[in-house]
């Protein structure tokens, strides 16, 4: 259940916008198969929120100094929740709303990410090199956004 006023509030109580989400809930929701082998995968509040394709829950997430700089290592769905899952090496949150979210909300998602001040590399590598996967919106957005940048 997507509940803003409850995520809001809860992160407002001084919980962690970084907390981790448990993958097998996720993957319920997402209406994947079971998570992967291996490895326990680290999944934040904010990635969860972006795989979900959820532009309400990334903006609290980010309002509330979630790390839009960090990196997912985990799987993406391709083509909606019945077409494969395929694993990618750690991206950038950006890189993976490009990847997983289609549609207007890709665009939305993208801006909320970039209020949060996403590095100016990640960002120019982006523009270059994951132009396949935006929105023209998208794209046109990334082609005009200029600042605020995260400091180094």
Same mark, same amino acid.
């Given at each position: 259940?997507?509940?803003?006023?409850?995520?809001?509030?809860?992160?407002? %109580? +001084? @919980?962690?916008?970084? !907390?981790?989400?448990?993958?097998?809930? &996720?993957?319920?929701? *997402?209406?994947?198969?079971?998570? #992967?082998?291996?490895?326990?995968?680290?999944?934040?509040?904010?990635?969860?929120?972006?795989?979900?394709?959820?532009?309400?829950?990334?903006?609290?997430?980010?309002?509330?100094?979630?790390?839009?700089?960090?990196?997912?290592?985990?799987?993406?769905?391709?083509?909606? %929740? +019945? @077409?494969?899952?395929? !694993?990618?090496?750690?991206?950038?949150? &950006?890189?993976?709303? *490009?990847?997983?979210?289609?549609? #207007?909300?890709?665009?939305?998602?993208?801006?909320?990410?970039?209020?949060?001040?996403?590095?100016?590399?990640?960002?120019?590598?982006?523009?270059?090199?994951?132009?396949?996967?935006?929105?023209?919106?998208?794209?046109?957005?990334?082609?005009?956004?200029?600042?605020?940048? +995260?400091?180094?």
């Amino acid at each position: 259940r997507r509940d803003a006023t409850a995520l809001g509030a809860c992160l407002a %109580a +001084a @919980a962690d916008p970084d !907390a981790e989400v448990e993958p097998s809930q &996720l993957w319920r929701q *997402l209406r994947w198969e079971a998570p #992967p082998e291996g490895p326990p995968l680290r999944i934040t509040l904010l990635v969860a929120c972006v795989l979900l394709q959820w532009p309400p829950g990334v903006e609290i997430c980010v309002r509330s100094g979630a790390d839009v700089n960090s990196t997912y290592a985990g799987p993406l769905c391709s083509g909606g %929740a +019945a @077409a494969g899952v395929t !694993a990618l090496p750690a991206q950038p949150v &950006l890189r993976v709303a *490009l990847a997983a979210v289609k549609g #207007p909300a890709q665009s939305t998602i993208v801006q909320q990410l970039l209020d949060g001040r996403v590095r100016c590399k990640t960002v120019q590598n982006l523009r270059r090199k994951a132009r396949q996967d935006m929105e023209l919106v998208t794209a046109q957005l990334l082609d005009r956004f200029e600042v605020p940048f +995260a400091e180094m």
